[in-house]
């Protein structure tokens, strides 16, 4: 609006004034000036603006003209700028040999990281100490004894219920890229000798959202921990029931929700891994369930994200809102765990269920 005005002033200014382009002037003048009277444009200098002999401005109406003519100026000067720089910032990075898909930007610091260092150090950022996510198999890697996990023979895959033409050709490129077949992996394994049930999701595929082949397998991982009579282990990471596949994807919050139940009533043990970030209908569901949770530091965690829940209440959160320490301190959740310690604490927690001996 502003803007719309001052071009029309600077058009307006060779020609000869109407009544209504003199009022214009007079109300931006007034809305740019502080309280006290004083122009908040600066100066006055009459020799930064082409006057005009016999022309009718008055002098408050020469220092709109005189901010305007500044602002044109400064502007043309970073657009200049930025023109020149352009060349020399593409010249600068063509020496560095930079090999593609080594490097890796840390989101918190910023610094530009080596991947293998980052692998090297549980994807956390050798810098910072940021966690990265973590694709499943490196979890599991993580978590379990080697060569110890077998996955559940569950070949199955979505009808795709809201018949979205784009929804397929996704899922399939994603496993291309991913070489996953779906958002989670569930399978039987070993923690330092303990077998257990596991079930590890995966960021990386739709963020890690609930479609009915997820909330299917995670049942049947529950189902199995049930008839194996084995602790049940959950490393949560989604953006919430995948909306590709509509209220679907909602009962797999109910699915999942009942069939812990019956780990429950069955006396069986569930241990739920919280990690960045667990949002939407898996944190209203299974996330939530544990009989343990735990998390990693930092971790986001939370139903709505803070802005959305920021407009709908219309009031601002407190700082720190939704992180694993503020849930921490308003008993969310049981403890935070660093990743270096999740396989000894885990191993421990299953210990104490049985009522061995592990210390704490
Ligand atoms: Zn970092």
Known sequence: MIHHLLVRILICRGKQRSPDSTKMVEMLFQQNTRQNGRPMVGPYRENNINTRRGDQWSPAQYK???Y???????????????????????????NIDIPVGKWIKCDKCKEIVYKDDVRENLSICPNCGHYFRMHINRRLKMILDEDTYKKFDINIDTNNPLEIEEYPKKLKALREKTGL???????????????????????????GSMGVVVGEKITYAIEQAIALKLPLIIFCVSGGARMQEG????????????????????GGLYISVLTDPTYGGVTASFASLGDIVLAEPG??????????????????????????????????????????????????????????????
């Open 68 to 94: 305007n003519n500044r602002i044109l100026k400064v502007r043309k000067m970073i657009v200049d700028k930025i023109k020149k720089r352009e060349p020399s910032a593409k010249n600068k990075t063509s």
């Open 299 to 360: 971790a986001m965690i939370g139903f709505a994200g803070q802005r959305v829940i920021e407009q709908t209440i219309g009031e601002s959160l407190p700082e720190g809102f939704q992180t694993a320490e503020f849930l921490l301190e308003h008993g969310f959740i049981d403890k935070i765990v660093e990743r270096k310690d999740l396989k000894e604490t885990l191993y421990k927690l299953i210990q104490y269920h049985k009522g061995g001996s592990g210390n704490v």
């Open 64 to 66: 709109i003209l005189v």
């Open 181 to 207: 077949q779906e958002a989670v992996a569930c399978g039987t394994g070993k923690i330092n000798g303990e077998e257990v049930v596991i079930c590890v999701m995966d960021s990386g595929f739709m963020m």
């Open 247 to 266: 209220i679907i994807s909602l009962m797999q919050m109910a699915k999942t929700t009942a069939a812990l139940t019956k780990l429950d009533e069955a």
